[in-house]
C-alpha cells in the first residue's frame, strides 16, 4: 500500500492525541457558555445541551474533575477551574477563528458554524495563527 500524505503513522498519533481533548473542550465550552447564559450548570443542563443521559453526563463530570478542570460536588453547581476558564477560552478562540477564515472563503454561515465545532479540536497552531492572519487582512 502506497503511504500518502494523510496515511502517514505519525499523523495517526497527531490526530489520536488531539481526539483525546475534544471530549473535554466540548465539555468546558458548554460549562462556560451554559454558566454565561444562566448563572449556573448543573448536569442536567449539559443533559440537554448534548442530548444525552445523567450517566453519560456524570460519567465525563468525573473525568473534567480529574483532569482538573471542574469542581463539583454530587447534585451540586458544576464550576470550571481557572485551567477549565482557559482551556474553554482557548477553544473559542480556535472556534471564532475558523468560523471567520470559513466565512471569508464563501462558505455559508450555518456550514461553517458546524464545520468549524469539528475542525477546532485538530488544528495546527501554526494554521490557526496563518488564518487568523488571513482574518485580519481580508
Known amino acids: 500500500m ?13 490526530t489520536q492525541s488531539r481526539k ?3 471530549l473535554l473542550e466540548d465539555y468546558v465550552e458548554a460549562i462556560d457558555e451554559i454558566l ?4 449556573s450548570v448543573k448536569n442536567v443542563d449539559l443533559c440537554k445541551y448534548f442530548g444525552v443521559s445523567n450517566a453519560t453526563v456524570s460519567k465525563n463530570i468525573k473525568r473534567l474533575i480529574k483532569a482538573k478542570l471542574v469542581e463539583s460536588e454530587k447534585y451540586k453547581n458544576i464550576f470550571l477551574t481557572s485551567h477549565g ?12 477563528i475558523l468560523f471567520n477564515f470559513l466565512t471569508k472563503l464563501g462558505v455559508p454561515r450555518k456550514i461553517a458554524e ?8 485538530h488544528i495546527s497552531k501554526e494554521t490557526l495563527n496563518m488564518m487568523k492572519k488571513f482574518n485580519k487582512a481580508n
Not at 2 to 14: A, H
Not at 36 to 39: F, P, Q, R, Y
Not at 115 to 120: A, I, L, N, Y
Open 114 to 121: 458546524i464545520d468549524s465545532e469539528g475542525m477546532e479540536h
Open 2 to 14: 502506497k503511504t500518502t500524505r494523510s496515511s502517514s503513522p505519525q499523523l495517526f498519533k497527531t
Open 36 to 39: 454565561n447564559t444562566k448563572g
Open 20 to 22: 483525546s481533548i475534544e
Open 85 to 96: 476558564k482557559k482551556l474553554a477560552e482557548q477553544s473559542n478562540t480556535r472556534h471564532e
